[in-house]
């Protein structure tokens, strides 16, 4: 979330490419987005580094001795940020345009999905002044992100401008909250044998958030065992998205974040084109909730779990199939999709609930989307078991996330998520807890009996507390009592004047 000093900072920057007469939004995107990329893997680098001396582990940087670039050899240690940021602007400019820019088009090799989506990628600043300011803007946002909590600065820049231009959300499309990403990553725990999917990936955001959570809860598990940082590395990390914008930011994103080869690909997820069957073993997602969809272009197998056009629910019914049994989810779906009565919406809910095993839903208030959406959503936690399993769901009614729930996402001090997340790991200390408190467990067969319905009103129980009011008698006394006193302070108002 993008506020104060540094959205006034992004606001001049964006100036400077206007007045600089790169006018299309998404080439504003674009070239912040490989500049911030450029400088982040100078800081990335270094991190490696000093990481590598604490834990003594080798390190070569990407940065040292020669590299070959347009058939030449150059120093790579002029092509870090740090050092060229220095430069003259014809010399920056020089540098970054002829050599920086085309080496990490290069970088993690012709065949990785990185390569594949920077392959067409064109700098288009037009004048070595123009850079300049640039390059020193950027410098002044990373010192004021810096000062501020860690933030995903690609994905927070890119929801920004697309709410400068009034886009976003016409494809559904509306980037989760870091906050409630980490809640969920948190919640889901990811293991070092994972397999974890996005199917639409965006930025990469849920990606990003499981690496960082493997680092910092599994790193030893990781780093010191070459098969299982192999995997970290290049076959752990699957995201599709059908924006190829958001698959360089996304691929950007992953490689500053210290995967070298993540599966970032163009893939409509919901067609014929997309095969995958038992797959995955963790997916973690918020897909697209407006779209409506062709039969024709939807794959077959899916329409077979529910016919439908809607996408939240096709998206719904991809998991499940591209889930390996004893894999789990984590998605955001919807309100409507809780309590929907078409069959579409019945079958859906059906399918998780009997013939696999739902474990939690986590009702959100409808703010944490905002300013750019009002919807209300929740949370869906299950496991794919292909026979069953669900017993008792446990519901959270999430009331507060930590921001204010109108357009301005102020900080605030109440917050559910730590509760939220302390609960789901000790879901055998609410058993007990009755259908009036925050969170509570939901026999199936009340859900059954319910159409399946998954909205927690429908299994809240509000406790009404007896008000007792005194009786007319008192009330009149009491009215008597005041117009005594109204009357004997205008007879002294009276003598004063």
Not at 446 to 458: M, P, Q
Request: glycine content about 8%.
């Amino acid at each position: 979330m993008i506020t104060g000093e540094l959205k006034n900072k992004i606001n001049s920057l964006w100036e400077v490419f206007w007045t600089g007469g790169i006018t299309n939004p998404l080439d504003v995107v674009e070239q912040m987005t490989y500049l911030m990329f450029i400088h982040d893997l100078d800081e990335t680098d270094n991190l490696r580094e000093k990481e590598s001396l604490m834990l003594g582990i080798p390190h070569k940087s990407i940065f040292s001795g020669e590299v070959e670039i347009g058939g030449r050899m150059v120093d790579a240690s002029q092509l870090k940020w740090s050092v060229f940021h220095d430069f003259p602007a014809a010399k920056m400019y020089s540098v970054v345009s002829e050599l920086v820019f085309p080496f990490i088009k290069s970088l993690g090799g012709s065949g990785s999905g990185y390569a594949k989506y920077m392959d067409d990628a064109i700098f288009k600043i037009p004048t070595p002044l123009m850079l300049d300011k640039i390059v020193t803007s950027l410098d002044g946002i990373y010192e004021n992100m810096s000062k501020e909590s860690e933030n995903d600065t690609p994905g927070d820049i890119y929801e920004f401008l697309l709410s400068k231009i009034a886009t976003a959300g016409v494809n559904g499309q509306f980037r989760t909250p870091r906050h409630i990403i980490d809640m969920m990553v948190k919640m889901m725990q990811p293991n070092p044998d994972d397999i974890i999917c996005d199917p639409a990936c965006g930025t990469g955001g849920f990606l990003v958030s499981a690496g960082k959570y493997l680092k910092d809860n599994h790193k030893e598990d990781i780093f010191f065992n070459k098969q299982k940082k192999d995997h970290y590395m290049n076959s752990m990390f699957f995201g599709y998205d059908m924006d190829r914008t958001m698959l360089r930011i996304g691929a950007m994103n992953m490689m500053t974040h210290g995967i070298d080869s993540p599966i970032i690909e163009y893939r409509d997820s919901l067609s014929d084109q997309n095969e995958d069957k038992n797959k995955y073993s963790l997916i973690l997602a918020n897909p697209p909730f407006k779209g409506s969809l062709d039969y024709d272009i939807v794959s077959a197998d899916l329409l077979k779990t529910c016919k439908t056009k809607k996408t939240e629910l096709l998206f719904l019914a991809l998991f499940l199939r591209i889930l390996k049994i004893g894999g789990r989810c984590a998605c955001i779906v919807p309100d409507g999709v809780l309590f929907g009565s078409s069959t579409a919406h019945k079958a859906i809910r059906r399918e998780i609930i009997e013939n696999n095993r739902l474990e939690a839903v986590v009702s959100m208030p409808s703010g944490v989307f905002k300013p750019y959406a009002g919807v209300s959503t929740a949370i869906l936690i299950f496991t794919k078991t292909g026979h069953g399993g669900t017993g008792k769901v446990w519901f959270y009614d999430m009331k507060a996330d930590g921001f204010s729930l109108d357009d301005k996402r102020s900080p605030l001090a109440e917050n559910d998520i730590p509760d939220i997340i302390e609960r789901f790991h000790n879901l055998d200390k609410e058993v007990d807890r009755e259908k009036t408190e925050q969170s509570f467990f939901v026999d199936k067969d009340d859900i059954v009996n319910n159409d399946y319905d998954l909205s927690i009103n429908k299994y809240k129980e509000v406790e009404y507390v007896p008000v007792e009011y005194p009786s007319t008698a008192e009330i009149m006394a009491d009215l008597h009592e005041l117009e005594m006193e109204i009357t004997k302070g205008l007879a002294e108002l009276e003598e004063m004047l």
